[in-house]
């Protein structure tokens, strides 16, 4: 036996798993074919959050009067801006390499796939400095993640110059003048978000019938208004039906409630969705179940292959690095012995666009639709002080409460660094908190938070400052 | 619509036991109408309807154990809010309104909305306390469910929604029932089950723990373990009682009254607490507590477990007057019909064993009384007087004293001035 667990995959799942394992005295190896911290880190979360900062700073120094200050001719220079961008995932990807040290993981850099083997399938390793390596583990878990969802049939796929997906967008050469986003999901919504910032001609196609359609109708259409103000345009219930290149860009044309339309601009992101990462893996062969590019677990993570888990993206929605790494840690202590500790821990959902968009929860919609009675609170960020200082008023936060037990059922939140807030809420609902922990608990003065506390109070008729 | 709630039958009652429905899903109810039987520690009550209408859903089960206070059993078509019915004792020759009446209609009634949590047992009774999430208690608190007797799953075993959503009121810990069979609450030290401790399964018959067994179990198991208690044992010569008694008895025949040993020893009692003010004592945390009368409680055997009735004032009532009332305090708490004021409270027990031989035994402390008095049997034995020996009807008693107000110096002087009045009942005259 080389090892007692084997991790397929180093992103946010993957090595906190690792971690996790080791930390449990568990012999642990992770095999990764890219890079250490995988999408998230590399080509996702963090680095574009460093795009987005870049561009609200940006954004910012138009406004410097409303603050009483002067800058002359603000620019930017692109090339810094993806350069900074780069670097700071590169310090967190040489981070992990450092986490696996100090737990004194096994880094195994190459491409795994899976043969038969017990008590746990083999792991093949076709390594990178080059040469195989079987290895047998008492547990494998694949964290083997995700990437963005294509149709090259209509156009919908990247070609490294003028139709991108999430990772070209990333690392463009220049900043397009004009650009087409086809999904309004948080990936497309944030990248709209970026380049429009930094000046460019900005319109995002929806299929769907609103903007950010996972994320509470209220906040969908507040969100769209603070887009719109900001000068993002939207086609909204609109089917792609076919992405075309032309001399200087792309055209998109759509069809919107039986009208067609042809979109042009120099570039094209292609923000669909994501499709997991199940191929060449030998999957089929060790006969795991697979359902729309996801393999199918129990709540630990266990595929029914003895021996074989599966955690994060590549195990379905909701496709965010919180849960893949919660899942891991939950996969391995399973695999320890150890009892769960939240099973269904509710996960937050975070768009760091301008403004931000936060929620944990199910939406009113979802909620009447599983035939709860809920109590609804609102609260205005134009009615908190500190967002009043700040400059921030835009947005709100809405809370849900079950209108019989009290049990916080969902919040929503839109608005300055309300991504930093939500956690608040994560908390209260993991605690099984009641309106009355939340009207009893006290908020610092001033801060945007108090907006939080406001909410709740309000769908209990109790608001103090509305 | 209104919510018939589970009335308080007495200040003190927190669960009960809907023991049978008189109604059924549809039935028209007057106001006055008994629609429900409960069951609480200690006696069955009548439940009345407050309001008229149609029973339009029955929400516990008849038999259901454990129904919290204010939880709504029934629901009711016409009225506009919920309701606690009145309860009525069973005994209609009540002359004064049973403290429950008052209290359950002063209680505000349940909305619809649900008011931050009153906290279901937040604490149990020993103070021990029980780690729930807020959502938690509400539920339970909403369906009547007494946390002690779940099984938290969260972390560090805390009671969390999943372990509430779907038990019943009433329900068996989750565990084996072998577990179930011990009252959680008092407990300091893990349950554990039978099979544990190495008694197989299917090699005993499990009786489910009633109201009082529960209550028994609980309350001695809080007394033996919180009460510094040490015994104090004293022989008494009751010759003197039997002869005295049979006068009595004689001269009552017309009367139909018979007086018993243990009425006189009631009697005696009272006045010996009387005259040992010291020794008819509480203890609270914010002092020690010298009660004005001698309320004193007698252990009544029934079926399933024990009650102590209470002869009130008992130092103010003739033996004829005492042995009527024991008469009938021990009938009806053989058939359960006490009321909750009559077996509440109390100043000072008694427990007799004598009938059945035993010749001196210890009891254990029914809090909040400072003593208890176990009475044996009164058997011949001889006895030294002067230097000779002679024969006398002998009784021991032991006074288990509550040492935080009763000290063993109390406990002697008071069973001097009782042994004075049983070895000369005349003295209970003076």
Request: hydrophobic share 45%.
């Amino acid at each position: 036996m080389d090892f007692d667990v084997i991790i397929v995959g180093a992103g946010p799942g993957g090595y906190v798993a690792a971690i996790r394992a080791s930390q449990l005295g568990l012999k642990t190896a992770i095999v990764e074919r890219e890079a250490l911290g995988g999408v998230c880190l590399n080509w996702g979360c963090i680095p574009t959050k460093a795009l987005l900062k870049s561009g609200e700073v940006y954004e910012q120094l138009h406004h410097l009067a409303d603050y009483g200050l002067a800058a002359d001719k603000p620019r930017f220079d692109f090339a810094k801006v993806v350069e900074r961008s780069r670097k700071v995932a590169g310090q967190l990807n040489s981070g992990v390499g450092f986490l696996m040290r100090k737990h004194k993981i096994e880094v195994i850099e190459g491409t795994a796939r899976l043969e038969k083997g017990t008590p746990a399938p083999k792991v093949v390793i076709a390594q990178k400095r080059g040469g195989e390596r079987t290895l047998q583990a008492k547990h494998v878990i694949l964290a083997t993640g995700a990437r963005a969802r294509t149709l090259p049939q209509i156009g919908l796929e990247p070609d490294g110059d003028r139709v991108w997906s999430y990772r070209e967008a990333m690392v463009p050469k220049a900043a397009p003048k004009s650009l087409i986003v086809i999904g309004s999901g948080a990936i497309g919504i944030e990248f709209a978000s970026f380049y429009r910032a930094l000046g460019a001609e900005v319109m995002v196609v929806e299929a769907l019938s609103r903007i950010l359609p996972v994320e509470d109708e209220e906040v969908s259409t507040a969100a769209r208004k603070a887009f719109e103000r900001r000068g993002l345009k939207f086609r909204i219930g609109a089917t792609v039906k076919k992405l075309a290149k032309s001399k200087t860009g792309v055209v998109v044309e759509i069809e919107t409630g039986g009208k067609t339309e042809a979109l042009e601009a120099e570039r094209a992101i292609v923000a669909i969705g994501i499709v997991g990462n199940v191929e060449d893996l030998g999957l089929e062969a060790l006969g795991v179940k697979i359902e729309k590019t996801h393999v199918i677990t129990d709540a630990h993570g266990a595929t029914g292959v003895p021996g074989l888990y599966a955690i994060g993206d590549v195990a379905g929605p909701p496709w965010l690095a919180h849960k893949a790494s919660h899942e891991g840690v939950h996969c391995v202590e399973h695999i320890a012995g150890q009892p769960p500790k939240n099973l269904n821990a509710p996960i937050p959902g975070c768009t760091y666009a301008n403004p931000q968009i936060a929620s944990v929860g199910l939406t009113e919609a979802a909620a009447k639709a599983a035939g709860r009675k809920v109590k609804v609170g609102r609260f205005a960020f134009r009615a908190n002080g500190k967002a009043i200082a700040a400059g921030e008023t835009e947005g709100f936060v809405k809370t849900l409460f079950d209108a019989e037990t009290g049990a916080l059922v969902g919040a929503h939140m839109i608005g300055a660094e309300v991504t930093e807030m939500i956690q608040g809420y994560a908390l209260a609902m993991t605690l099984e908190a009641t309106e009355a922990e939340l009207h009893a608990t006290v908020f610092p003065h001033p801060t945007m938070s108090e907006a939080m506390h406001e909410s709740a109070l309000d769908a209990y008729g109790l608001v103090l400052h509305a | 619509m209104t919510d018939i709630l589970m009335p308080a039958l007495s200040p003190t009652m927190e669960e009960g036991t809907l023991a049978k429905w008189l109604v059924k899903k549809g039935d028209t109810v007057a106001a006055g109408d008994v629609i429900a039987e409960i069951e609480t520690d200690k006696a069955t009550m009548e439940v009345e309807a407050v309001d008229e209408g149609v029973v339009e859903e029955i929400l516990v089960e008849a038999g259901t154990e454990g129904v919290k206070v204010n939880a709504p059993i029934a629901r009711l078509s016409g009225g506009s809010e919920a309701k606690a019915p009145e309860p009525k004792a069973a005994e209609k020759a009540t002359p004064e309104p049973a403290p429950s009446k008052a209290e359950a209609k002063s209680e505000p009634a349940a909305k619809a909305e649900p008011a931050p949590a009153k906290v279901a047992s937040a604490k149990s009774r020993a103070g021990e306390r029980i780690f729930a999430s807020p959502l938690a208690r509400r539920i339970a608190e909403q369906k009547g469910l007494d946390l002690s007797n779940l099984t938290g799953s969260g972390p560090h075993g805390r009671i969390i929604e999943r372990d509430v959503k779907d038990a019943k009121p009433g329900a068996k810990p989750a565990a084996t029932a072998a577990s179930a069979s011990t009252e959680r609450r008092g407990e300091t030290r893990p349950v554990q089950s039978l099979q544990q401790m190495g008694i197989p399964e299917g090699s005993y018959d499990l009786i489910p723990l009633d109201g009082m067994r529960k209550t028994v179990a609980r309350r001695m198991t809080d007394s033996f373990r919180d009460v510094p208690h040490f015994p104090l044992t004293i022989d008494l010569e009751i010759d003197r009682l039997l002869e005295a008694r049979g006068r009595i008895n004689k001269m009552l025949e017309k009367d139909g009254v018979k007086v018993s040993v243990n009425d006189i020893i009631l009697k005696a009692c009272a006045v010996a607490l009387k005259r040992v003010p010291e020794a008819n004592a509480s203890y609270s945390p914010e002092g020690v507590a010298l009660h004005h009368h001698a309320d004193i409680a007698m252990a009544v055997a029934v079926e399933g477990g024990l009650i102590t009735p209470i002869i009130r004032k008992c130092e103010t009532k003739g033996l004829a007057q005492i042995a009527a009332e024991t008469k009938d305090l021990a009938e009806r708490a053989r058939t359960r019909k006490l009321k909750p004021e009559e077996f509440q409270g109390g100043t000072f027990s008694v427990s007799n064993l004598g009938m059945f031989g035993i010749k001196s035994f210890g009891s254990i402390i029914n809090e909040p009384q400072g003593a208890i008095l176990s009475v044996g049997a009164g058997t011949k034995q001889p006895v030294v007087r002067g230097d000779q020996l002679a024969i006398a009807t002998v009784m021991s008693v032991t006074m288990t004293c509550d040492h935080r107000v009763v000290d063993g110096a109390t406990g002697a002087r008071w069973l001097e001035a009782f042994k004075a009045l049983i070895e000369e009942p005349l003295a209970m005259m003076v």
